[in-house]
């Protein structure tokens, strides 16, 4: 397998329920991003890490919380949503500064 | 703060030229991206600039004004294929690869 996967491709989940969102990479990269892109906005940095350590929380609610447990997987946890965090959740990976950021295919998270 | 500017929507037809044009006002520059995005599917990458001029690959072309604040994204030959949402970003800051991006360019090619 290549590139950047995700899983799962599609969530729905209740205010109250408890998920996992998982994304790995398979290019040898140090960084490691979540991305939320709603309609209409831009693609909005969540969290960023580097070489496991997360370097960045680009100010992002206490019910999405991530969790990078080595340099090729990166979790994305998600409890007690609101239906505006209702989004398309990319992960992506990259080498280092100034080289592009691969993306997975992202997970289509509706919150009811 | 940051602002990435690029228009919302572009048609053009078949075989023609357009140039989806992005202003940037950011804390730092390390370089600006474009991306392309189908509907449903992950953005993938067109091009980089880090320093001004003119990047060609194939029937995508970029420019970069970094005293502008400036760049472009030409592309050439259009295919329907082309129909597309294109992203234009800008890597700045100190955080490593810490992209700002603009709300995407909904480039729609007609027959």
């Known amino acids: 397998e290549t590139g950047v996967t995700q899983t799962p491709r599609h969530l729905v989940m209740g205010m109250t329920n408890k998920k996992s969102l998982k994304c790995e990479q398979h290019l040898g990269h140090n960084a490691m991003y979540w991305y939320k892109q709603s309609a209409k906005k831009p693609l909005e940095l969540m969290f960023v890490y580097s070489l496991e350590e997360r370097v960045e929380n680009n100010s992002v609610p206490s019910r999405f919380s991530p969790e990078c447990p080595n340099s090729s997987h990166l979790f994305l946890h998600l409890h007690t949503l609101q239906p505006e965090d209702s989004a398309l959740y990319l992960c992506?990976?990259?080498?280092?500064?100034?080289?592009?950021?691969?993306f997975g295919p992202g997970t289509r998270l509706t919150v009811l | 703060g940051q602002n990435i500017d690029q228009p919302t929507e572009m048609t053009a037809t078949e075989g023609a030229i357009v140039q989806i044009n992005c202003t940037y006002q950011?804390?730092?520059?390390?370089?600006l991206f474009w991306y392309q995005q189908h509907a449903g599917e992950a953005p993938t990458f067109l091009s980089y600039n880090v320093l001004d001029g003119l990047e060609e690959k194939g029937r995508f072309s970029s420019f970069l004004s970094r005293s502008k604040g400036y760049s472009y994204l030409l592309l050439k030959e259009l295919q329907m294929k082309d129909s597309a949402s294109y992203l234009c970003?800008?890597?700045?800051?100190?955080?490593?690869?810490?992209?700002?991006f603009g709300r995407g360019t909904q480039l729609t090619v007609w027959p």
């Open positions: 950011t804390s730092g520059f390390n370089g």
């Open positions: 992506a990976s990259s080498q280092g500064r100034g080289d592009e950021q691969f």
């Open positions: 970003a800008v890597e700045g800051g100190s955080t490593l690869g810490r992209l700002y």
